[in-house]
């Protein structure tokens, strides 16, 4: 059972082990460098529990046979447990969830805090009623550190007990069912170490890509406030440490055990042989209630900068909140300085095996307009990265830089070549990596970044270079068809991911994807100009780096006034070239058939059928280019590549491509309800809802419990500022025309624009702005609302009516 008994707490009572997974990832707790699932500490990965601690960036990869052929896939890795602690009495261990009597049970996660905390009360097979605390977390404030707590108080019984606490190297990537006929061991642990009589140890690394990975842990007890030694034994194998602690324990009277533990890895700086320095920073770590105020401060300074009220619907603001803190545990001032990108199921879970796609786009809204450091040190990742994407562009016989679909340490294509259909249980081929788009999305959101920071550093050193080296290749993937008189581009797939070709062809790939001949035709606009913005000096170098012609930008120019867009013979746009001609499917018959059909794809292959016969969506397509840019943007684009766009084209788009859209992704909830948030508030809130719910519901039937959704989460967060607040910055002002719901009286939320924090709250009758002093280079504001324009001051608060 859930409870939502305050805005600020994720709380269950009452033990489901068929729910545990999915409470598990929803309980997580970490801090931006890495991130532990809400698993119980005395339970071991058996298929009720699974526990999982993983840091951004620590991938390896290995290789299976299948049917003779070596198949490769890199994950995040699961790193060793840092968590295991067991109870015994008299011998016997009697805390495991299968063999114990609960008379009580209480799961919860603190939102501002990220502090995770168990109370039970059970009965062991003896009679002995025991009560216990667990209180966990991974410091914000210290980015290696986590703490763990228990506190045990006998209810009815005196006598002696052992806790034992451990780190377990012998953990593997098990977290999903459909991978788990293909490789799951990458650690290999390279030894253990016994420290001081309250320290331990253990080393290990990554079979293939040789991160060394360091876990130490130091625990301690305490019993009447006070400190109390113990005897210690010590246990240890290959891949296993363990202290046993000998408690005497007194009914009524509670003992607390303490479990300091900190993670190192290779990859981080100034860390050395990483088991020293795990070692030598677990020793001098704090208290767990110095510890915990620590972490707090730190929190409480990222809600000030991130919060969102909702008001009048506590439903929404309650998981709104759940939303900005697992946000803000895989994406925190911490992950400015990592080489890191945006895994799409973020760093709890191994879905996607932790891989980077273009969820971030859905990301950066929410980071860039309170964090934008982070923002940019996440563009980082791809811009270290852009050796391999020349590479593989000039693999596939292009030019410039082409991103893979799916990307993990070094930034190569690490889309899967077979794919397991859990309805059938068979493996097709998987043609995804067509999705080139993914190189757009990188375009789009280094300009969002720029827009909204106007960081001219970024731009002249790393953003300029990579903008244009991605329009160099969507302008040698593109061909200019003669008879048409415009370019035109074949062999790609769009974001709806269930068109992979046409029917019956045995070419992967469809040709003119509208939402991506829209965006090259953007994106040409802006790179045609891009030098145009850099001082000479710098524009020169990015020139003689990239070794740029003249005739590349006359060919970018051309190419924004000319790219071919396929229209419906109605004028709706078409997904793809010949989407139209396609069958309609009976929605109706497949729902009475099937209840849930959001994954129709794998519903129609275990039919034998194919989704590529129908129009159909997984999500959205066409509709994303309403999402992504206002009508007056649109229209620019259009009109410069000589094509309608009627006034009422959002509205009839989306309305078209609605109802032929099953919705497998969650994030298509959130773009169909940001473009509906247009003309129809109520309808774009309906469907607003249904995301915000999807991960704490999980409506996708399992797939939360094997990691979040990053994109879903952040982009609810974006729908309300960006759609239902209806903030841009335009033409170098914050700009606010708010369409809210009926759902809601109004919301206010923090964020920063130009280094200067502000306060926006947007009601009904009107809009105010308040800019908050306390950064040193802060300075007035530009802020315009429904046309009309003020200069906010530093310490001022604006006003603007709605009436």
């Not at 550190?145 to 780190?167: D, K, M, Q, R």
């Not at 039919?607 to 397509?621: H, I, M, V």
Request: hydrophobic residues 40%.
């Amino acid at each position: 059972m859930t409870e939502q008994t305050a805005d600020t707490t994720l709380a269950y009572t009452g033990f489901d082990p068929d729910d545990e997974g999915l409470r598990e990832t929803l309980t997580s707790t970490g801090n931006g460098y890495m991130c532990t699932r809400g698993a119980a500490e005395w339970e071991e990965a058996d298929g009720v529990h699974y526990p999982g601690t993983y840091i951004h960036g620590v991938f390896n990869s290995a290789a299976t046979m299948m049917g003779g052929v070596p198949v490769h896939n890199e994950d995040l890795v699961n790193l060793p447990n840092w968590l295991p602690m067991k109870l015994r009495i008299d011998g016997a261990e009697v805390l495991r969830m299968s063999e114990i009597e609960l008379l009580d049970y209480h799961h919860e996660l603190d939102l501002q805090t990220a502090v995770l905390t168990r109370r039970l009360r059970f009965r062991d097979k003896a009679g002995r009623e025991t009560e216990l605390l667990s209180r966990r977390f991974v410091s914000m404030a210290s980015l290696h550190h986590a703490y763990l707590e228990w506190t045990i108080t006998p209810v009815n019984w005196s006598g002696h007990a052992e806790v034992i606490s451990a780190i377990d190297g012998g953990v593997k990537n098990d977290g999903v069912p459909r991978y788990r006929a293909l490789a799951q061991h990458h650690l290999r642990t390279e030894r253990t170490e016994m420290f001081e009589p309250e320290v331990i140890g253990l080393k290990t690394r990554t079979r293939q890509s040789e991160v060394f990975i360091s876990v130490a842990a130091r625990t301690l007890v305490f019993q009447g406030g006070r400190e109390k030694d113990v005897f210690r034994d010590d246990y240890r194998d290959d891949d296993y440490i363990q202290q046993t602690l000998h408690l005497d324990l007194k009914q009524g009277e509670p003992t607390s055990v303490e479990k300091a533990v900190t993670i190192f890895t290779s990859r981080d700086p100034a860390t050395g042989d990483t088991l020293v320095r795990a070692h030598r920073s677990v020793a001098r770590a704090r208290m767990f209630d110095s510890a915990l105020e620590h972490n707090a401060a730190s929190w409480k300074r990222l809600w000030q900068a991130c919060d969102v009220e909702v008001y009048g619907d506590a439903e929404a603001q309650h998981l709104i909140r759940v939303h900005i803190s697992h946000i803000l545990q895989v994406c925190s001032h911490n992950t400015a300085d990592l080489d890191a990108g945006v895994p799409a199921r973020g760093i709890n879970g191994e879905a996607y095996r932790g891989h980077v796609f273009w969820d971030e786009m859905f990301v950066y809204p929410f980071l860039t307009f309170r964090m934008p450091d982070v923002t940019r040190g996440l563009l980082m990742y791809r811009y270290r990265r852009l050796s391999e994407a020349r590479a593989a562009a000039r693999a596939e016989g292009y030019d410039g830089f082409m991103y893979p679909w799916q990307s993990g340490s070094l930034g190569t294509e690490q889309t899967q070549t077979l794919h397991l259909n859990p309805v059938s249980g068979h493996w097709h081929e998987d043609l995804s990596h067509n999705q080139r788009h993914v190189s757009a999305a990188i375009f789009y959101n280094i300009w969002q970044y720029l827009t909204v920071t106007e960081d001219t550093m970024f731009l002249e050193y790393r953003g300029a270079e990579l903008m244009l080296g991605i329009a160099r290749f969507w302008a040698s993937i593109a061909h200019f068809d003669e008879e048409r008189g415009r370019y035109v581009i074949h062999g790609v797939m769009g974001p709806d991911e269930y068109h992979e070709k046409y029917p019956d062809s045995d070419e992967g790939g469809l040709h003119n994807n509208a939402y991506t001949n829209v965006f090259v035709a953007w994106m040409c606009d802006i790179a045609a100009n891009l030098l145009d913005l850099l001082p000479a000096p710098r524009a020169n170098a990015v020139r003689a780096r990239l070794e740029l012609r003249d005739e590349e930008i006359v060919r970018w120019r051309d190419m924004s006034r000319k790219m071919y867009i396929p229209f419906h013979s109605d004028g709706i746009i078409s997904q793809f070239e010949g989407y139209e001609d396609l069958e309609e499917l009976d929605w109706d018959a497949y729902r009475a058939r099937y209840g849930n059909i959001q994954r129709l794809d794998r519903i129609l292959k275990a039919e034998g059928d194919t989704p590529d016969r129908y129009k159909l969506a997984k999500q959205a397509d066409v509709v994303m280019l309403f999402f992504l840019f206002p009508d007056d943007e649109l229209r620019e684009v259009f009109d410069r590549l000589g094509y309608e766009f009627p006034a009422d084209a959002a509205k009839r788009n989306v309305e078209y491509y609605d109802h032929r859209t099953s919705h497998g992704s969650t994030l298509s909830f959130i773009t169909h309800a940001g473009v509906f948030a247009r003309f129809d508030p109520d309808s774009s809130w309906e469907r607003f809802k249904v995301a915000l719910g999807s991960d704490v519901n999980d409506i996708q039937g399992g797939t939360t419990r094997e990691g979040i959704h990053m994109g879903v989460m952040s982009g609810t967060v974006d729908l309300l500022q960006r759609f239902y607040a209806g903030m841009r910055v335009c033409d170098g002002a914050l700009q606010f025309d708010p369409n809210l719901p009926s759902g809601i009286d109004g919301m206010s939320y923090s964020m920063t624009y130009l280094r200067s924090p502000l306060r926006v709250t947007v009601m009904r009758d009107h809009v105010a702005v308040e800019h908050r002093d306390g950064v040193i280079d802060a300075g007035p504001v530009r802020i315009r609302v429904r046309g009309e324009e003020r200069m906010l001051d530093v310490g001022a608060t604006e006003t603007f009516s709605l009436a």
